[in-house]
């Protein structure tokens, strides 16, 4: 797991042109897609800019880095999804808005009880979600927001394992 996340970090690192972004992009990826998000030079403004300038100056600069580099991103991810037999999604980080350009909604299914389905009905009835469904998104992403040292904590746990199967003898 962790020489895969490694591999695909070289690999970008490589293959992304210089000057894109600040520093490395952050890359990263599950079973069906890799996310590749950097970070963009801040626009220079007058000092005295107030908050709603440098938003609009943010906004503009990763509106510019996505029309500019649209055709090389589109064949670095072919290039990556031939590679890694995963889709490729864009994004940019500057100020402090982050824009994902192109990413995926992949469908989970699941068996819920009447309790949880009321839980999603109740977010619907509210107008919190507009089904069932963006209802069970928002759901997953609140936990990932509220419980986020947890899940960092799991998901170090879960290289671990990874890494003491790899050393295991073989099967």
Same mark, same amino acid.
């Given at each position: 797991?962790?020489?895969?996340?490694? &591999?695909? *970090?070289?690999? /970008?690192?490589?293959?992304?042109?210089? #000057?894109?972004?600040? @520093?490395?992009? +952050?890359?990263?990826?599950?079973?069906?897609?890799?996310?590749?998000?950097?970070?963009?030079?801040?626009?220079?403004?007058?000092?005295?800019?107030?908050?709603?300038?440098?938003?609009?100056?943010?906004?503009?600069?990763?509106?510019?880095?996505?029309?500019?580099?649209?055709?090389?991103?589109?064949?670095?991810?072919? &290039?990556? *999804?031939?590679? /890694?037999?995963?889709?490729?999604?864009? #994004?940019?980080?500057? @100020?402090?808005? +982050?824009?994902?350009?192109?990413?995926?909604?992949?469908?989970?299914?699941?068996?819920?009880?009447?309790?949880?389905?009321?839980?999603?009905?109740?977010?619907?009835?509210?107008?919190?979600a507009r089904s069932r469904s963006h209802a069970l998104a928002w759901c997953v992403g609140l936990v990932a927001q509220k419980q986020d040292e947890w899940l960092r904590d799991l998901r170090e746990a879960l290289t671990?394992?990874?890494?003491?199967?790899?050393?295991?003898? +073989?099967?």
């Amino acid at each position: 797991m962790a020489s895969a996340s490694q &591999e695909l *970090q070289g690999w /970008f690192a490589g293959r992304i042109p210089p #000057g894109w972004f600040t @520093g490395a992009p +952050e890359v990263r990826a599950d079973r069906e897609e890799i996310l590749v998000v950097g970070d963009l030079s801040e626009p220079e403004l007058p000092a005295d800019a107030n908050e709603e300038a440098r938003a609009a100056a943010g906004s503009a600069r990763i509106g510019g880095f996505r029309e500019d580099t649209r055709g090389q991103r589109m064949r670095i991810a072919e &290039e990556a *999804q031939h590679r /890694f037999r995963r889709k490729v999604s864009w #994004g940019a980080r500057c @100020g402090g808005e +982050e824009r994902l350009f192109t990413s995926l909604s992949i469908p989970a299914m699941t068996r819920l009880r009447m309790p949880e389905r009321e839980v999603l009905d109740t977010l619907v009835d509210a107008g919190v979600a507009r089904s069932r469904s963006h209802a069970l998104a928002w759901c997953v992403g609140l936990v990932a927001q509220k419980q986020d040292e947890w899940l960092r904590d799991l998901r170090e746990a879960l290289t671990h394992v990874e890494k003491v199967r790899a050393e295991g003898p +073989e099967g």
